[in-house]
């Protein structure tokens, strides 16, 4: 993806890192693949959304406030949300309802040891219902097995493990510049 580009296009000045499970998990995984995943993508790493505060975190995202301004007019940059998008807050939603709401574009990361669940369906599964752009799936870490992941039918981009490898690196980083052109012509149709 190149950013330069995703500027002129356009483009939300962040993509959510989405990850799924306890809280403590996803931190875990969100702390090891996220630079390692921005340094791939060639993407600035931002600080965590406000798990607790969707419609507030992504109007910040929006409009690119102190802090975020310079990407507002500029390359966009990879966003962690430190929370499971299908858990419920205070107020009965959660944040796949939200980010659906903002047409926030999303990247999903999935550890290996989730793809013996159902998690990845549910949670493709979860922002199809509720409408959010979804550059695709990744998985981090363990043998990355491209038979199953197509029988799967889910929109999986890759792979990536620490550290990744050139070929690694350059197969996830063309399949997500080449999903996120689709979803740039979907925005604009």
Same mark, same amino acid.
């Given at each position: 993806m190149d950013a330069g580009v995703a500027a002129e296009a356009g483009h939300p000045p962040a993509l959510v890192l989405l990850a799924a499970g306890a809280a403590a998990a996803l931190a875990a995984l969100q702390g090891q693949a996220a630079p390692a995943l921005a340094g791939v993508l060639g993407l600035p790493l931002l600080a965590p959304?406000?798990?607790l505060a969707p419609d507030a975190a992504l109007a910040a995202l929006a409009a690119g406030p102190p802090g975020l301004a310079a990407l507002a007019a500029g390359p966009?940059?990879?966003v962690p949300l430190p929370?499971?998008?299908g858990l419920p807050l205070a107020d009965g939603r959660h944040w796949?309802? !939200?980010l659906g709401a903002w047409r926030q574009p999303v990247l999903v990361l999935l550890a290996a040891e989730q793809l013996d669940t159902g998690l990845p369906a549910a949670l493709t599964a979860l922002l199809q219902q509720r409408q959010v752009p979804c550059l695709g799936l990744?998985?981090?870490g363990g043998s990355w097995r491209p038979?199953?992941?197509r029988l799967e039918?889910?929109?999986w981009l890759g792979w990536l493990s620490a550290p990744a490898s050139d070929e690694q690196a350059a197969a996830l980083a063309? !399949?997500?510049a080449a999903r996120w052109a689709v979803l740039e012509r979907q925005r604009l149709a």
């Open positions: 959304l406000d798990p966009p940059g990879l929370r499971d998008p796949a309802a !939200a990744v998985q981090w038979e199953q992941r039918g889910l929109p063309s !399949a997500c």
